[in-house]
Nanobody, 126 residues
Framework: VQLQASGGGLVQPGGSLRLSCEGL????????VGWFRQAPGAEREGVSC????????YYVPSVKGRFTIARDTAKNTVDLQMNSLEPEDTAVYYC????????????????????WGQGTLVTVSS
């Protein structure tokens, strides 16, 4: 199971970026997938996760209303649309997949995820 994350970059406050997590050699739709981030000196935190099957989502409160997670089954990706970016969103973003399933909101804790992609750096700065 391999994941490839892309889409990071430098953006001004208030701007937008779209991150994409592609499953390589397996069908991402059958996994719960999450986006996590880690800022310098901070612990890795769950930003947004989407469960398999039901497509129920979770967002950390600081990004609610600004970020949207969605599956693109045709492309075998899980994308994170990030709008109204703030300097506090600056971090390395990682995508990860888990075989855990749920009928409710997905668990969005890094310890519950088995497969990780490489990070992609998001810098929000003027």
């Amino acid at each position: 199971v391999q994941l490839q994350a892309s889409g990071g970059g430098l953006v001004q406050p208030g701007g937008s970026l779209r991150l994409s997590c592609e499953g390589l050699g397996f069908t991402l739709e059958y996994y719960t997938v999450g986006w996590f981030r880690q800022a310098p000196g901070a612990e890795r935190e769950g930003v947004s996760c989407i469960n398999s099957g039901h497509g129920i989502t979770y967002y950390v409160p600081s990004v609610k209303g600004r970020f949207t997670i969605a599956r693109d089954t045709a492309k075998n990706t899980v994308d994170l649309q990030m709008n109204s970016l703030e300097p506090e969103d600056t971090a390395v973003y990682y995508c990860a997949a888990s075989k855990l399933t749920s009928t409710g909101a997905p668990v969005c804790a890094p310890s519950e995820y088995d497969y990780w992609g490489q990070g992609t750096l998001v810098t929000v700065s003027s």
